[in-house]
Each structure stands twice: as structure tokens, then as C-alpha cells.
């Protein structure tokens, strides 16, 4: 009964958020991220708070060719990763400065592919695993105020949809979690609309049930799903007009 | 953002800061612009101690460090809530040193108000159970304090309202326990003089709070609830009931802000009957929570004072000529109607050491007032009465009391001044009320 999870990305807020959720169910948790001093912060709290096995790894989403030996150097494979990292960004800087928007990219969908691929593979072998991409609502159409970040996300959304299909026939769960407004540190001094914004909190619940459940695709929260679904079938010629 | 305290008065448009670490907060201080700022955790006191133009959330900065089960020692970053301490530690056979009315707030806070609970008369005050602070000052040096290491600095940081810095982490001494239970013990009063007795009486009991209704007048002036608590044994509540596993509590939540007209004299004459009537006297056995925390139940609760928000008056008066200051106070609540919900009297013990926290021995009093355009005249002149019976304000609390009324009583206020003109000569760090104060 030591169940084992690995967060990529984990000093995020939604990350710590996760991490809390399966930590207080008895999960051990291996932390990866760029600050590892950070992470052993976060890894002594949580091994105090639930009395689980934790430790902290230095990983970069976009250190891609490091990938594989940062898998190969986990001291034992996980039953489940889940990819929180991202970069978000600035729209209109992506639009003029190319290592901005290539800095998205290479973060959100990039990043992710090449260190998810390695895990598919692995978990493809020893049939059983489960796989956990944070993907965005910004993937499910690109709006004109941050098309760099979600076109990036939908490439993501993408990958996790085709994987989740190869991986059934090995009993490998891919699920696709699509955030819609989170007050995180990362949307911090942007005013989204307080109705419609999520705490961490809530994600990781969201995320924690979903998987419970075996859902291959999530919105959190719930209503995200209804709201783009309207948001896709907004006729173009009316889409192009609202200030989205 | 438009920020304000637990009494929704005043606010101010604030720009908000989180930070994960020194380095973090350190490089958030200096993009600071204009403005002075001021470390903010929950938000849970009532009026302007914790607003300023830039607020220092350490919303972020909340992880336990360490956890000495041999002492109880604690060590945490200041962002942690002191819910977050029961919920792991409970279960474990620890609890918190001193807890005030609400769970929700942080140790940091806890430390900058020095806040006190029910046990103050045995245990002094929050900070008397602190052992040393790390707190980043305004040039950006990490500060460790103790009552030996720095102990000017301690003394100021302890109920210093964050004018001293801003507190990253801190280690606090939990007490242990042997349930999550405690013994309860509730004697009703007719009148004050039976209240202020039955203080002293029962002073052998660990936990002590008094409720009292502000709307009977007469010869029923102060009569009150007194509840009186025990940690319980395992002893007391017998070998069926596992002693720390408690079931999740149902939370009920104020929606929204309550129409003004909601609070008057008449609905709350009516809780108060009702409350007086339902308590009986006797012995019983209930968990933690409601005992100590009995308006967490439903979040939110300071809704119900509508938007202009309340004012929490606390006053502490000395021991003895507090009896009769505290008829002279609430003779004024009850003949003006001013409505107080809520009105909670304790005996404290004896004042603790840092310059300026608010405990001394003596009678202290909590009424809450909504806000109405002839509240802070009324209050000035209660100001008064406090100030001529040798007492003071808590300014946890406060939102509009004078730098007079504060500066007559807080008598080491010029040594906070000296510590806080070493540390932030130029004032990096202001709350409005600071500047209110003129501290």
C-alpha cells in the first residue's frame, strides 16, 4: 500500500495543491521542479502534515534532452505521473519576441511530450500506471488574448487525447484536467472574474475525484465545461468581433 | 484590490503581494513603488492593522518546518493557520499553547496581535509561548529573536502589529493533550456582581469566558453565561469514544452581506433572550471546536453587520476599579440600544511583556457595534470611561480610536519606538492604523 506519485512542476500552486490532496491520502510523493531547495521546503511539510514519503528532484521541462536520465535516475517508478508545469507568459510580447513565444511552446507542449512520452513508454511496458496532464480551457480555441499559450495547451490537450487511446489496450489511465480561471501566482495581478475563479484548492479536488472515477477528460470547475462549449460554437465572424 | 479587515471597515485599494521565501519577499519589497506596506496573513483582524497600500500576504509562506515530539516545539513558516496546526496535531495529542475566538488565523498574525484566549489568566498570551521569530526587516537582513537572542526586538515584534518587519517563520511550544474533548462547565449569573464573583471562584479552571447580555438593563445589568473548560481525560469521556477522532463538522456560511435593517435592537434582543434562556448550568462533555471556536461554524458570520461593517470594541480595565467601569460601560450599551451580538467578558491574568500587547490584569470586555453614522461619537465618549478607569483598547480590534486614547494606554510605547526607529528608520513598513495611532 505505498502508492507512489510524481509531480512535475511541483512548486506551482495547483501542484502544491495536488500534492496535498494525495499526500492526505497516504500517497508518497516525489516532488520534481527546477528549485529543489523550494521542493525540500514543500517535502518537509508534507512529510510532517501526512506522514508519507516524500522527496524533491531537480527537473527542467525544458532541459529536454536531460529527460531520460532524469526518469532513469528515480529511485523506483512511480504508478502515476502528473504534469503540472506551464508557463503562461505574455500574449503581446509573444506576438513581437520570438523566445517568449517559444518559451510557451517549449514549456506547455513541448516540455510535456518529451518527458510524458518516456513515462507512456515505461508505464506501456509494465502495463499499469496512470498518466495526469493539467491542460488549459485556453486549448479549446485560440482567443486573440493569449492564442501563443493556448494553441500550446491544445497541442497538449491533443497529445494526451491520441495517448489516452494508445495506452487503453495497456491499462494505462491518460486523463486531461482543463483548469479555467485559478488565482495562483501565475494569473496574480490579472482580474479575472471572481465568480468564475477556482482556488487551488478546488483543482486539486477536482482532480483527486476525477481520478477516482477514471474520467478521461475534466474541466475544473464543472461549469468550464458548458461556458466553452459555447465559447467553440461561436460562429468565426461573431468570434472574431468579441474581445476575448 | 480593495482590501479590508474582519469588520469590513475601512478598506483601502491595496496591492497585494505573495511571496514563497526570503529571496522572493525580499525582491517584492524593493519593486514596491510608492506606498508603504504592511504583512498580512488572514485578514481576521477587524479594523485597519493590517491595511496599507501594499500588502505582504503570506498566503503562500505556510509549511511546517518542524515538529519536536518530545517538547512540542513547532516550528512553522508565519503563513500557516492555526486551523491547519489542529487539524495535524490534534489527532496527534497536541494543541495549541493559547487559542483566541477563531481558528483562522495565522501564526504570524497571531504573533503581531500577541492574541490571547481563555486561558489567558493561566497562561498569559500567544507570544509567552513563542520561542524565537525569524523576521526580515526593511533593509532585508533576516532577524532571529527570542526573549535571550535580540530580546528589544522581541518584545516590539510581539504585538507589533508588523511595524517591525515582516515575520517568516517562528517556533511556538504546543501543549499535550489526551482527548480532542473538553469538559464543560456553563453557571449562569443574574447580574454582574454574581459574574465578577463567580471569575474569581472559578479561576481554578483552565478555560474561562463569560457571555453577556448587553440589552438587559436594571437589576439585571451584565447577567451572563460563564463557560469554564477542561481539557478532558480519557477518563471523562469514557472507554467508547475514540479520544481524538472527531467527524467532520457541517459549516454553514453567511451567502452575503445581510440588509442593515437586519440587526436592530429587537432581533437582537431576541438572540440574546434566547441564548440566556437555552444555556443550562451543569456539566458536559462536548469536542474542541464548538468550545472554542463557536462562530467558525458559520463563515463569513461578519456579513450579517451588512456593507458599512462593525466596529469590535475590546477594552481591558484594571482589576480593581474594573467592576465598576464595567457597569458604567454597559449601562451605556444597554440604555442607547447600541445592539452589540455579541458581548464577551473575561478575567485576564497578569500583563504580559511585550511593549504593546494588550492583557493586563484585569476585566476585559468585547462588544460589537454595527456602523452607524453616530457609532464613533458614542465611542469617543466610551474611550473615556475606559481611559479614566486606567484602561485600554485592543487595537486587534479597532478601527477608529484616537492616537491619544492609544498612546495613554500603552505606556511602553516610547520603547516600541526607539526598537521600530532602529530597525525602519524610514517606514517601509505602515498600516493605516499605525498612521492613525501616529505610531
Redesign the interface.
Known amino acids: 500500500m505505498n502508492r507512489s506519485v510524481l509531480i512535475l512542476g511541483a512548486?506551482s500552486?495547483i501542484a502544491r495543491a495536488i500534492a496535498r490532496k494525495f499526500g492526505s491520502e497516504g500517497w508518497s510523493l516525489l516532488l520534481a521542479g527546477r528549485d529543489v531547495e523550494?521542493l525540500s521546503?514543500?517535502a518537509?511539510?508534507f512529510r510532517?502534515?501526512y506522514k508519507v514519503d516524500v522527496e524533491a528532484f531537480g527537473f527542467d521541462a525544458v532541459a529536454f534532452e536531460s529527460h531520460a536520465r532524469f526518469w532513469d535516475s528515480l529511485p523506483g517508478k512511480p504508478e502515476g505521473v502528473i504534469c503540472v508545469f506551464g508557463y503562461l507568459g505574455g500574449q503581446k510580447v509573444s506576438e513581437r519576441n520570438w523566445d517568449e513565444a517559444k518559451k510557451a511552446i517549449d514549456t506547455n507542449f513541448t516540455g510535456a511530450v518529451s518527458i510524458l512520452n518516456i513515462a507512456a513508454n515505461d508505464f506501456e511496458e509494465r502495463k499499469s500506471g496512470f498518466i495526469i496532464g493539467i491542460s488549459s480551457v485556453a486549448g479549446d480555441r485560440g482567443r486573440m488574448s493569449n492564442y501563443i499559450y493556448g494553441s500550446a495547451k491544445a497541442g497538449f490537450t491533443a497529445y494526451l487525447s491520441g495517448l489516452r487511446a494508445r495506452l487503453s489496450k495497456s491499462e494505462v489511465k491518460v486523463m486531461t484536467v482543463k483548469p479555467g480561471f485559478v488565482a495562483t501566482?501565475m494569473t496574480?495581478g490579472m482580474s479575472t472574474p471572481a465568480l468564475l475563479t477556482a482556488t487551488p484548492q478546488q483543482v486539486a479536488a477536482d482532480v483527486m475525484r476525477a481520478y477516482k472515477r477514471g474520467k478521461p477528460v475534466v474541466y475544473t470547475r464543472w461549469f468550464w465545461k458548458y461556458i466553452m462549449l459555447i465559447i467553440v460554437h461561436i460562429p468565426e465572424r461573431v468570434f472574431r468581433k468579441l474581445k476575448l | 484590490m480593495l482590501a479590508h479587515g474582519w469588520g469590513r471597515y475601512p478598506s483601502i485599494d491595496a496591492k497585494?503581494f505573495?511571496f514563497?521565501?526570503e529571496a522572493d519577499l525580499r525582491a517584492r519589497l524593493k519593486s514596491i513603488s510608492s506606498g508603504s506596506a504592511i504583512a498580512r496573513g488572514l485578514g481576521r483582524s477587524y479594523g485597519d492593522s493590517s491595511l496599507s497600500e501594499n500588502l505582504l500576504s503570506t498566503s503562500?509562506l505556510n509549511?511546517?518546518?518542524?515538529?519536536d515530539d518530545t517538547t512540542g516545539d513547532l516550528v512553522c513558516e508565519s503563513g500557516v493557520s492555526l486551523s491547519e496546526i489542529l487539524d495535524?496535531f490534534v489527532p496527534r495529542g497536541w494543541f495549541l499553547p493559547v487559542t483566541p475566538g477563531t481558528r483562522f488565523v495565522t501564526v504570524g498574525g497571531a504573533i503581531a496581535s500577541d492574541v490571547h484566549g481563555k486561558n489567558h489568566h493561566n497562561a498569559g498570551s500567544f507570544s509567552n509561548h513563542v520561542k524565537w521569530i525569524d523576521l526580515i526587516l526593511a533593509d532585508g537582513s533576516v532577524a532571529r529573536c527570542s526573549k535571550s537572542e535580540r530580546p528589544e526586538l522581541f518584545m516590539a515584534t510581539c504585538a507589533g502589529y508588523g511595524l517591525t518587519g515582516v515575520i517568516l517563520r517562528a517556533a511556538v511550544r504546543l501543549q499535550t493533550i489526551e482527548t480532542a474533548y473538553i469538559r464543560e462547565r456553563t453557571i449562569r449569573t443574574k447580574n454582574l456582581d454574581e459574574a465578577l464573583v463567580a471569575f474569581d471562584e472559578q479561576a481554578g479552571w483552565t478555560y474561562s469566558v463569560g457571555w453577556i447580555d448587553c440589552l438587559a438593563g436594571g437589576k439585571h445589568l451584565g447577567r451572563s453565561v460563564l463557560m469554564l473548560g477542561e481539557h478532558a481525560t480519557r477518563r471523562d469521556i469514557g472507554e467508547s469514544k475514540d479520544p481524538f477522532r472527531l467527524r467532520p463538522n457541517r459549516e454553514l456560511s453567511v451567502p452575503f452581506e445581510l440588509p442593515g435593517f437586519f440587526l436592530n435592537t429587537m432581533t437582537v434582543r431576541a438572540f440574546n433572550s434566547v441564548y440566556y434562556g437555552k444555556a443550562s448550568s451543569g456539566e458536559r462533555i462536548v469536542r474542541y471546536e464548538p468550545f472554542f471556536y463557536p462562530l467558525d461554524g458559520v463563515h463569513n458570520w461578519s456579513r450579517i453587520y451588512g456593507k458599512r461593517g462593525f466596529v469590535q470594541y475590546q477594552l481591558v480595565l484594571p482589576k480593581e476599579s474594573g467592576k465598576e467601569g464595567l457597569k458604567k460601560i454597559l449601562e451605556r450599551t444597554a440604555s442607547k440600544g447600541l445592539g452589540s451580538f455579541l458581548a464577551v467578558l473575561k478575567l485576564f491574568g497578569k500583563e504580559d511583556a511585550p511593549y504593546l500587547s494588550f492583557a493586563k490584569e484585569g476585566y476585559t470586555l468585547a462588544l460589537d457595534f454595527p456602523i452607524t453614522s453616530s457609532l464613533f461619537k458614542e465611542l469617543d465618549e466610551m474611550d473615556s470611561v475606559v481611559s479614566n478607569y486606567g484602561g485600554r483598547i485592543y487595537p486587534t480590534k479597532d478601527s477608529r480610536m484616537k492616537g491619544e486614547m492609544f498612546y495613554a494606554g500603552y505606556p511602553q510605547i516610547d520603547k516600541f519606538k526607539e526598537v521600530r526607529a532602529a530597525v525602519d528608520p524610514n517606514r517601509r513598513f505602515e498600516s493605516l492604523q499605525s498612521r492613525r495611532l501616529g505610531i
Request: hydrophobic share 30%; aromatic share 10%.
Open positions: 512548486s500552486d523550494l521546503r514543500d518537509a511539510d510532517l502534515r501566482r496574480e | 497585494s505573495t514563497n521565501s503562500r509549511r511546517f518546518i518542524s515538529f495535524v
